[in-house]
């Protein structure tokens, strides 16, 4: 209990301190912050009907900001501009953050309540470095969505592994209210219980077969075909179908409420939908695990697991050969170039796609085994949850993450959190290489973004390098 208060006032007093240094060289708002903020100062002023064309998301992030600086500032006696400013906007966001810390804590707690083996300081010393997780952690200084939308989603899925579907289902309404896509992150929280309840009676299925071979060779063809059969035989059985309709009631009504949404709304999007038209993006698949891969490389860039790879490469080259020829049609098909990708030299993406993609044209197909590996060893790190479990999050992941058109880091934060709050816990020594790394990303980070302005030719405004 004392390491835990020690680590969580220490990562908040760093990020005071952090805020203040960033607040004072950028007061105005940056970026997106040029439509949040004076929509939230036109909430500020209760002018609920004024609403900016060019803003994508709800308007969660604002009403939560007014029911928190509202009544800070009568009880404080705050006055003029002050209230409602772009620093004590962002000041909402701090306060989310701590709100995450202590959120990925008890999610860790929770996930792993078995593993007798971790240690408390192991268990704080995760969080930690989950709470400093680069792209999320720049976030929490600017005016963003992002912050507030990982809270409540992290709460939704904290409330569904204690069994409070109720409230996991309106903490999941407000994640929605942050960022229409995380009604995903309901569903997968619905689809914990349905694993839950599959793998049950899996587990049954095989005690009355006496099979017990096929859950040893979990990952092979023919257990995947005699998995297929049995959640189809599950699926169409009215009484199972009666049993999840009154264990995930509340996820369903919070689905039909997004379904009303895109109805009434002409789709997800609430503005600006030219920037942000939905399309089959498969290529986000393999970025999102080439992040993963570079963001857990103590975990997943091992010796070992190289050594494991090749030696499962060398004894099902059909099965990977098919994988290589998928990926390079996917590729081919369904790569998409954003606009914003291509103009927009404030974001790393930007740069990771010049640099990389476009030197060649072929070198988006060359990369094609270091998407294999990184799926590989992505899938290795999850074979100790059930395969409904693994089956239901990679549906998500997909949801998530292939409609996007744009390659945006933000996108991948909660699939990788979710991800990486539910993997075995690793050595102490590579837990300690991972926070170290996350430390040197965020200090080079936050050295080009303080340090590094720069100005194009037709604007005075000073601009900055962010994520």
Known sequence: AHGFTAAMSGAFL????????????????????????PQAQAYCHGRFLQWDPMITT?????????????????????????????????FINLLFSAGNFYLLYLLLFKIH???????????????????????????????YTDPGSVFFTLFAYLMCLYGNHKTSALLGFCGFMFRQTNIVWAVFCAGNVVAEKLNEAWKTQLQKKKDEKISSRKGSFSDLIRILRFLTEYLISPKNLFTLTALTWPYIILVTVFFVFLFINGGIVVGDRSSHEACLHFPQLFYFLSFTVFFSFPHLLTPTKIRKFLLSLRKHP??????????????????????????????????????????????????????????????DTLKSKSIFWILMYFVCLLAVTVPQKLLEFRYFILPFLIYRLNIPFPSLYRQLLELAFYIVVNAVTFYLFLNRTFQWPNSDEIQRFMW
């Open 113 to 143: 309540q078995k593993n007798k083996a971790v240690s408390g300081f192991q268990r704080i010393l995760s969080t930690l470095t989950l709470a400093m997780f680069p792209t999320l952690y720049f976030f929490t200084f600017l005016y």
């Open 58 to 90: 709800l308007p969660g992030l604002y009403l939560v900001s007014v029911g928190v600086v509202k009544p800070a500032a009568w009880l404080f006696g705050w006055t003029g501009s002050v209230v409602c400013s772009a620093g004590m906007l962002r």
């Open 14 to 37: 760093l990020s005071c301190l952090l805020f203040a240094v960033i607040n004072r060289r950028q007061r105005g708002p940056y970026m997106d912050e040029a439509f949040h903020v």
């Open 318 to 379: 059909v099965q990977y050969s098919l994988i290589a020829i998928i990926s390079l049609f996917l590729i081919w098909k369904f790569t998409y170039v954003h606009k914003y990708l291509l103009a927009d030299n404030r974001h790393y993406t930007f740069y990771v796609w010049r640099k990389v993609f476009q030197r060649h044209k072929l070198v988006k197909y060359v990369l094609v085994p270091v998407y294999v590996f990184a799926g590989w060893s992505f899938a």
